[in-house]
């Protein structure tokens, strides 16, 4: 079997499984299974598969049918200027949250060392995307999952960054003081759930994943830990930017904004704590 029939059949079985784009998925694990980039399969489409090689597609090919997401198949996933570790032990990192790390750098700008809380880092995609992009940042990432904080520090280790990291419940409370707080918190109602695509439905973690008051118990939380002037970036769910503004107002924090995803809808919600003593 050359490397196109194979690329071929595999985009058929991918389709007959649901997947969304069968045939990118379909480059993606053939390349994966050959040792070759997306670009570098387009030139080997005659080739032919070894045993080895076919074998390895056909194991990859039979996860992804399953409908597990694309990046535990592949173990990786790119985010920002990073390559991260991912499995079922945290989420796959979405272009949106990289959004909210723009702007967690834009409102950085001009701190030389901020200190920079993450809240819910999961594979640690938020924490260490700051820390590279801003050398200076003093960066600290919590999870209430150990199993998350471990892959959390096998990327930070993997891309040779500082970061700190502990193992939290939120319902505790939060500790320190910082320049920023940020959060991809769970945003899922449990009667959406069972609506949502396989990929999320069935192989996320839930813990990441349901969860509509983790966003207001972070606001709240952020308060005693934030400098005054200091910012709260929150990734929120396709809808919820008003309400999710106005409880940040409800607060007290000022300057509350909503900023658009690259799909442009308003999924980053921010605010800042008072500088005056009298808030």
């Not at 709260?232 to 809808?239: K, M, N, Q, T």
């Not at 107002?249 to 008072?274: F, I, K, M, N, S």
């Amino acid at each position: 079997m050359t490397v196109g029939e194979a690329l071929g059949r595999a985009c058929l079985r991918l389709d007959d499984a649901g997947v969304e784009d069968p045939l990118v998925d379909a480059e993606w694990l053939a390349a994966h299974a050959l040792g070759l980039t997306r670009s570098e399969l387009a030139l080997q489409e005659r080739r032919e598969l070894t045993q080895a090689e076919e074998a390895q597609l056909t194991l990859l090919l039979d996860r992804r049918a399953a409908r597990e997401p694309l990046a535990y198949v592949l173990g990786e996933w790119g985010f920002r200027r990073l390559t991260l570790r991912v499995d079922r032990r945290v989420l796959v990192p979405r272009p949106e949250t990289e959004t909210v790390v723009e702007r967690c750098l834009e409102l950085l700008r001009g701190h030389e060392e901020p200190a920079v809380l993450d809240v819910g880092t999961g594979s640690g995609a938020i924490a260490l995307a700051i820390a590279d992009e801003h050398p200076g940042a003093r960066v600290t990432a919590i999870d209430v999952s150990e199993e998350a904080l471990a892959l959390a520090r096998e990327n930070a280790a993997g891309a040779g960054l500082a970061v700190g990291f502990e193992q939290r419940d939120l319902r505790d409370g939060l500790a320190g003081r910082y320049d920023l707080v940020v959060s991809n918190p769970p945003y899922v109602s449990p009667g959406e759930i069972e609506a949502l695509e396989p990929e999320v439905r069935d192989w996320e973690p839930r813990l990441a994943t349901v969860g509509e008051e983790q966003t207001e118990l972070i606001a709240r939380a952020a308060r005693d830990v934030l400098v005054p002037g200091g910012a709260l970036v929150l990734e929120v769910a396709d809808g919820e930017s008003g309400r999710v503004s106005a409880l940040l107002r409800e607060l007290g924090y000022e300057e509350v904004q909503a900023g658009q995803d690259l799909a442009g809808r308003d999924r980053v919600v921010e605010g800042r704590w008072p500088t005056s003593s009298g808030q």
